[in-house]
Nanobody, 124 residues
Framework: QVQLVESGGGLVQAGGSLRLSCAAS????????MAWFRQAPGKEREFVAT????????YYADSVKGRFTISRDNVKNTMYLEMNSLKPEDTAVYYC?????????????????WGQGTQVTVSS
């Protein structure tokens, strides 16, 4: 049974930082492309960042480029999202996702497995 479990969310002031983690089990983690998505109240779930199976390739949404960093540790079966210079518009539930596709994909429908999400709230 595949499980993706996010942690690290919380309340932070604008300009602050948070580090999210996604612990994976039940799948060959090092063979999967991983990603972060987020969903704000009343909005569609949107792509944030993705990382290749090896960690050698990353891709970001324009809205977070230069502020967020995605990474992974294939020994610990864990993915991370370092979020700096947070803005109130970053407030959302953040989800990790996994796909067996090797290419960079940013649509939610391209991802096979999802975590339950972790809330990030940025106050102004």
């Amino acid at each position: 049974q595949v499980q993706l479990v996010e942690s690290g969310g919380g309340l932070v002031q604008a300009g602050g930082s948070l580090r999210l983690s996604c612990a994976a089990s039940g799948l060959p983690f090092s063979s999967y492309r991983m990603a972060w998505f987020r969903q704000a109240p009343g909005k569609e779930r949107e792509f944030v960042a993705t990382i290749s199976w090896s960690g050698g390739s990353t891709y970001y949404a324009d809205s977070v480029k230069g502020r967020f960093t995605i990474s992974r540790d294939n020994v610990k079966n864990t993915m991370y999202l370092e979020m700096n210079s947070l803005k109130p518009e970053d407030t959302a539930v953040y989800y990790c996702a996994a796909t067996s596709r090797a290419a960079i994909v940013t649509r939610r429908y391209d991802y096979n497995y999802w975590g339950q999400g972790t809330q990030v709230t940025v106050s102004s």
